[in-house]
């Protein structure tokens, strides 16, 4: 384990590997709850887990699951923070790396450590 961090439970995420983790939802809302949203930019106080919440609440008319995944949707924030869209496509288009890939890599895995199904098709879902 080279490089990781320990969450506030005193558990470790290892950021090069991110499988078989052991954590909570504490894990991710206690985070989500201090983490501004646009990098702390907006014109008024925002936290990823105040966006979060009114994401699932959007999306409760599609199913329980969906409302899950929308509320879980910034999950992988709680360790790597809130970046920019455009700093990421930044460091994409000037580094060719793709954070966006790392962080969906991530978010697998803590909804795997959750418990949480994936939304296999969301063909279906009229949005």
């Known amino acids: 384990m080279k490089f990781w961090m320990q969450t506030s439970?005193?558990?470790q995420f290892d950021y090069g590997e991110p499988y078989d983790l052991d954590l909570t939802i504490e894990d991710i809302a206690r985070p989500l709850s201090y983490l501004?949203?646009?990098s702390g930019h907006a014109n008024f106080h925002l936290t990823v887990a105040e966006h979060?919440?009114?994401?699932s609440k959007w999306c409760e008319p599609y199913g329980a699951l969906v409302s899950l995944h929308a509320l879980l949707h910034d999950a992988h924030e709680a360790f790597t923070g809130d970046m920019p869209g455009p700093f990421k496509a930044?460091?994409?288009h000037e580094y060719g790396v793709?954070?966006?890939q790392i962080q969906a890599t991530?978010?697998?895995?803590i909804l795997a450590a959750l418990n949480?199904?994936?939304l296999d098709d969301l063909r279906d879902v009229e949005l």
């Open 106 to 109: 991530y978010q697998v895995n």
């Open 116 to 118: 949480v199904p994936l």
């Open 9 to 11: 439970r005193g558990k």
């Open 52 to 55: 979060s919440l009114v994401v």
């Open 98 to 100: 793709d954070i966006s």
């Open 36 to 38: 501004p949203r646009f």
């Open 90 to 92: 930044y460091i994409a």
